[in-house]
């Protein structure tokens, strides 16, 4: 995934609610690969041998390349497709749930199952939770020592954030900046040190932010 920032489920989780008796249970996780979706749902289906179905969905990729919906059962397009769509109605990427059904002796419908297995992916991830990750690349300013009370304070007033200060021969002070605002950020600390620092770009890595 390369994309500047991009929603997904928080981690590995699950939710369980109840309507007319039966037991939904939605489990989700952050998966890269069809391979690792589908690894996590085979998981969730020997765990739970003994439920009547195990619907599954998921996304991924940047533009959704993969979308999976699986009713394991359930009437056509009752199941698979509304846990997909909330995932996309949410905007997630590279996220799986699969809702597990205990099946508690009333009949729901068609419809009734389709706003079953919807709600439990929407309250389970409201539950789990959602982080927006944010592509960041690691800048490193090296200055002399002098100008550490300067650079640190502009740091942290700014809207950059800052990631660590390394003592060394000179000092180093390394901040996420955002893939698309670099330029401006050495332009900035530039003027703030006078032309004084040695300017380098690191590592690029997603910062998480909680929704």
């Known amino acids: 995934m390369t994309l500047a920032t991009y929603q997904t489920v928080k981690g590995r989780g699950k939710h369980e609610i109840i309507i007319q008796k039966s037991r939904f249970i939605a489990f989700f996780d952050r998966v890269e690969t069809e391979a690792e979706a589908q690894a996590f749902i085979e998981k969730i289906k020997k765990e739970h041998w003994n439920a009547n179905h195990n619907c599954s969905a998921y996304l991924i990729g940047e533009r959704d390349e993969i979308q999976k919906a699986n009713d394991d059962g359930e009437p056509s397009g009752t199941a698979g497709v509304p846990m997909l769509e909330v995932l996309k109605k949410r905007g997630l990427k590279d996220t799986v749930v699969v809702v597990t059904r205990y099946f508690g002796g009333i009949k729901l419908g068609a419809g009734g199952l389709i706003r079953a297995y919807g709600g439990a992916v929407s309250e389970g991830l409201n539950a789990v939770g959602v982080v927006q990750r944010s592509l960041m690349v690691v800048v490193h300013t090296a200055i002399d020592y ?61 910062l998480e932010q909680e929704l």
């Open 146 to 206: 002098h100008w550490l009370g300067k650079v640190e304070h502009a740091l942290r007033e700014s809207t950059y954030t800052l990631k660590e200060i390394e003592y060394l021969e000179s000092v180093d002070v390394q901040a996420y900046v955002a893939v698309d605002e670099v330029d401006a950020f050495e332009t900035w600390m530039t003027d703030v040190t006078n032309g004084q620092a040695v300017l380098k770009r690191g590592d690029e890595v997603y």
